[in-house]
């Protein structure tokens, strides 16, 4: 067992998003390494000699780990805001993903970071639409 | 003018959400502000001895926290994500304040870091919704 | 009075790091100028032409947000960990504050959101600075 | 091989801070996986019956939360800011780790979550001090 799933079966009160706990703990873990993936991506863009080619996949990468790591702190509590926001904020998450992975796509040929960045996004936005999914 | 604002005039390219650039700048100032208050306010309520009822207002507080840093961190890109990203963030933190808002009014009489962070909780929340109202 | 003026006289605690409460002020609402001038400018360098010239200067502006901004959280809270952690985090900010602001004044007779950022940048390693002293 | 190795290995440039990749790799995922526990510990602690007999932890842990979450996003970038920040930002995280282990081993014995957060603390805190020592 991962952190986020030990961390969310000792937390003595219930999950606020009913539904699959599994699918909670994949978006956790699957957020958290987007967000550390688009930081990154970002940073390799940014060292490529092509980096004016690259200017919107930088921009999109900064805005999907900003989006990330706020989704994966929402997701990490069980008290808070209602299921309502939890469910806004996935959904700013999914569409941030979908378009990241599009932009890292199209350079993922050219360039590795990129293409294992777009992987990782896809995954994120898969584990954001199945836990959509099991909170109904 | 302040931060924003100037930050916004020098930027070289347009802003990424059509609209009135007045209502961009409110709306990172008052995610900014409510960060903080939030943050502030959930720290404080830890103080009172009366942490035990407060248990609801202090976690909301953490989840507006998250959600206006980040709205606050997407509204300073003008590069990035469309509009559809942008909006959907701006929806989830709007919900955000209008709940903590809620949440702070209730011990705002007890309370008075609850009724100052209430206040910038719907300064927020009505910036947010003046500016999805500017973006159409 | 601001809000970070207003949270911290309605705290019910006292502030952990002992010594002048505007200083402490002054230190949060400089580091939140800070990450959003920061990240902003991040933006602005993405969409200049002379993009490629501004690599060093775009992450430099990004790893003072980062620290801006944790910062900024730090010093909001008067509970949590010791004095000490907290000097500890002044003093990387002031360190990332000194280098964008040599960065961006590099480039900020070209760049008029240099020149701000740089600004604000300065404006905030003397607010760490004073606090610092303040601390003692 | 993980997503922070992946997208350290795809980088086009060198890694800003010389020496053991290995511990700058395992230094991410640990304040990855320490900012996620102590979220979510300070929600867990938040949601006790003896939640004011936990606030100094609660407090604690979310400036942990805070100092890991910015260290993360630091160490995964290497374009940036020089060694010198590098290493104060380790130096700050590394503190705050050490004091939330001690506050979620106070309470180990009552509380899985405190008990589960503090080794992710404790191993946090080694990566740290092993990243520290392979820099020089």
Known sequence: MGTPSIMLATHPGAAR???????LVSCIEACMEC????TACA???????AVS???TCIATNLDCATLCRATSQILSRQEGTS??????????CLAACTECAEHC??????????????????????TCRE???AIG
Chains 1, 2, 3, 4 share one sequence.
Do not use: F, P, S
Request: hydrophobic content about 45%; charged content about 30%; overall charge negative.
């Open 53 to 55: 080619d690259l200017v």
């Open 43 to 49: 940073d390799a863009c940014l060292a490529e000699d």
């Open 17 to 23: 998003i009913a539904g699959d706990r599994d699918a």
């Open 105 to 126: 796509e199209e350079h993922g040929e050219a360039m590795e970071h990129c293409r294992a960045c777009a992987k990782v996004c896809r995954r994120c936005e898969e």
């Open 83 to 92: 299921a309502q926001v939890v469910k806004a904020t996935i959904h700013a």
């Open 35 to 38: 967000a550390q993936a688009c």
């Open 131 to 133: 836990l959509l999914a």
